[in-house]
């Protein structure tokens, strides 16, 4: 599903990925781990298409296709997904309304008919349901007052309807207390499926507690420096990050 | 991303909608003004001896002041001789008594501009004035109004039939010498709209005119005057346009509004003269002085502008809050592009006790344009818990534009709550990117932002110019994200 070959990319004239190696396949759920500043969150922006995030060498392929090539909103619509780690507030601009507005967009590149205004309050209200948000939440602007919590649950409604093929969490598990990560976790695994792949960027292993990952691999100054399965994930948290760097060196 | 910022220049090349031009023969002064010209346009229109000596009175002043400077606007000096004051489409009999006489090609000018002018009009429940160059074309939904008590005419008109309101209103809320403008429109002015809403009437339809420049080297001077009588409320639309000239145009109106007791004026505009060209080559000065004055007590006033036309922008109405628990506001959105200047805002005057206003300003500036909010919040001595609001937000696209804010407070009653809120955002590339992530394309992202920028000015406008007012928007800005 999505093969990343090499990938180097620097911001403001930094070099922060430097040579990423991944394969993901279809029905896997990877988690990538790493210190702060190791080029997680990088990695996540650059798959996403941001501006900022100059490629300076390698090749991304998803379903085949040259994704680096594509616009942001061209891979959104290909059914690629980023949960974002900070998500933005927009005032004024309707939850619901910029979430049909999505679906839409990529319905349409679908060659799909459009979701008129009922089919959408329907589906959304089940997703809702599910995610067990409040409904006030239909009548909010975009993230506009949410707690840090409540804006992570609504990345993963937004993934929910989306229905991506790949979707990369970054770090959505962060700032959750224990119930919802419950349910963040719950939204991930109803998402799962054998021709839809996660990768989940994350610092911590609690969150791999509720969702189960094929592979975890371990990012280090802007390299894959170890992969494994989820027992990696077990053995960082009990010796750090340290000791990977310095089984490496040994 | 190379292709997406040549998308954002190709958008923000997009050509004003409404710069045709009606070939159509026109009745025309010669450029120039002295006091023969301000005579000559009182003698076409047939008017009263008081009207002529006010206009001259105002002349006379005119010539005494100077044009201000004060404002953060930048053009070449204008030559006031050089620009026609009068101009009126030649029509075979005098003026127009009903639409069929109206020449037809008038008629499909303002349906090119999509203005509800005949059957439309009916279905959409708006009454239109419409001003083409200097004078009222024709008054849809005239005896339906009649019927409420309602007068909603030409100016001219106006003048002819109800000398005694005009007489008894005209001037008192914006003095014939109250600035260059001022002074120079109760000079020349040659027509505009009349709204008189009887005591205890509710004004049964919106109520709008429509504003065109079409001749070349023409002024347009229009005057409107709303009275609401005790009890009355009204609420009145504006809107305009011009033809694509090289040359700029100079528009210089004056609008006075008079609420007496526990009457209300909602007064909307949206504003879309020739901005010029995506070089600042030619486009409208709008130069326009607007105010109203609640008179009466439990008064209320609202203005509602959205400003996304003009090369030049000079337009602060306002609200004089005399009477006690009277309540003025003031919504803007006014948008700047290429080389557009805006310097536009509100004064908030509080004279009567209790008095209280509400000013909300969403600046919008894109390309090289510059655009200032100016406001004045002045409490009296008199104006005993008066309370002010005021909410300034701008939002820069690209980096070439600038914004200003020019806040003037001065109080002096200990006992007012004024309260200032100012924000400018750059047009947040985090929102851009959240947007186009989840599929939806650069334009829409932007408008959709705008709008939810816009949205709490939006929301007092009335429906059908809510839709209208977004539109011109997308228009304005698509893409303008460098």
Known sequence: MLNIVNLSARVAGKNILNGINLDVGAGEVHAIMGPNGSGKSTLAQVLAGREDYEVTGGEVRFEGRDLLALKPEERARAGFFLGFQYPVEIPGVNNVYLLKAALNAKRRAAGEPEVDAYEFLALIKQKMKFMEMSETFLTRAVNEGFSGGEKKRNEILQMLVLEPKLAVLDETDSGLDIDALKIVARGVNSLRDPKRAVILVTHYQRLLDYIEPDRVHVLSGGRILKSGDKSLALELEKRGYDWVRESLVA | ?482
């Not at chain 2, 203005?303 to 005399?322: D, H």
């Open chain 2, 1 to 482: 991303m190379a292709s997406k910022s040549q998308d954002v220049e190709a958008l923000l090349g997009q050509k004003y909608r409404h710069g045709f031009v009606t070939d159509i023969e026109s009745d025309s002064l010669p450029p120039g003004l002295d006091e023969s010209v301000v005579a000559a346009i009182s003698l076409k229109k047939r008017e009263p001896e008081f009207l002529l000596a006010w206009r001259l009175k105002a002349f006379r002043h005119w010539q005494t002041m100077r044009e201000p400077n004060w404002a953060h606007v930048h053009y070449k000096p204008i030559d006031y001789q050089d620009i026609s004051y009068y101009s009126a489409p030649r029509a075979p009999a005098n003026a127009p008594k009903s639409l069929e006489e109206v020449d037809p090609k008038l008629l499909a000018t303002y349906a090119k501009l999509g203005i509800p002018l005949h059957e439309r009009a009916r279905l959409a429940g708006v009454a239109v004035d419409a001003v083409f160059d200097s004078v009222s074309v024709a008054t849809t939904f005239k005896d339906k109004l009649a019927k409420a008590g309602v007068i909603f005419c030409s100016f001219s008109e106006a003048v002819h039939n109800h000398p005694a309101l005009i007489e008894r209103y005209l001037g008192t809320v914006v003095p014939a010498g109250d600035n260059f403008f001022a002074a120079l429109n109760s000079a020349v002015f040659s027509d505009g709209s009349f709204v008189y809403v009887p005591p205890g009437v509710r004004c049964p339809m919106e109520l709008s005119t429509y504003f065109r420049i079409n001749a070349a080297k023409t002024g347009q001077f229009e005057r409107t005057l709303i009275v609401a009588a005790e009890g009355a409320s009204v609420s009145y639309l504006e809107g305009c346009t011009a033809p694509m000239r090289d040359e700029n145009q100079l528009h210089a109106a004056v609008v006075e509004l008079v609420a007496l007791d526990d009457a209300q004026i909602k007064y909307s505009t949206v504003q879309n003269w020739y901005p010029g060209d995506e070089n600042g080559i030619g486009g409208i000065y709008n130069f326009v002085t607007k105010r109203g004055e609640c008179r009466g007590r439990n008064a209320k006033i609202s203005w509602t502008q959205v400003e996304t036309g003009s090369a030049i922008t000079w337009k602060y109405p306002s609200c004089v809050l005399k009477g006690e628990n009277s309540v003025g506001e003031f919504y803007s959105v006014a948008v700047a592009n290429h080389y557009q200047q805006a310097d536009t805002g509100t004064k908030m005057i509080h004279i009567g006790r209790n008095t209280r206003s509400t000013i909300v300003s969403k600046g919008i500036s894109a390309g090289h344009a510059e655009n200032t909010y100016r406001g004045l919040v002045k409490i009296l001595p008199s104006a005993e818990g008066a309370r002010n609001f005021t909410q300034c937000d701008s939002l820069l696209m690209g980096g070439q534009c600038a914004a200003h804010t020019f806040p003037y407070m001065e109080v002096r009653n200990p006992s007012a709550t004024v309260e200032h809120e100012a924000s400018t955002s750059k047009i947040g590339e985090d929102q851009l990117f959240y947007c186009l992530q989840r599929g939806i394309s650069a334009e829409d992202a932007v408008n959709m932002i705008v709008s939810g920028f816009c949205k709490v000015v939006f929301k007092e406008l009335p429906m059908e110019f809510a839709v209208e007012a977004q539109n011109l928007l997308c228009v304005s800005l698509e893409g303008a994200v460098g």
